[in-house]
């Protein structure tokens, strides 16, 4: 995925919010489906540090 996908192979939910952040002005979108391997504990603790330091929640 990290060569990139057509948004018209996402799901449609995912179509949508990716949509409204290119109509909001968003540069980026935080999509766990995406960006956390699903049903791996130790990547989500990893990742939502990583996340939360990058958004000043730490």
Do not use: H, N
Not at 25 to 54: F, H, N, P
Request: aromatic share 6%.
């Amino acid at each position: 995925m990290k060569a990139g996908f057509r948004l018209e192979d996402m799901p449609e939910t995912l179509q949508d919010a990716i949509i409204v952040a290119k109509q909001l002005d968003l540069s980026y979108i935080w999509i766990d489906a995406l960006c956390i391997i699903q049903g791996d504990v130790e990547d989500w603790i990893k990742e939502s540090v990583t996340r939360a330091c990058i958004m000043g929640l730490e």
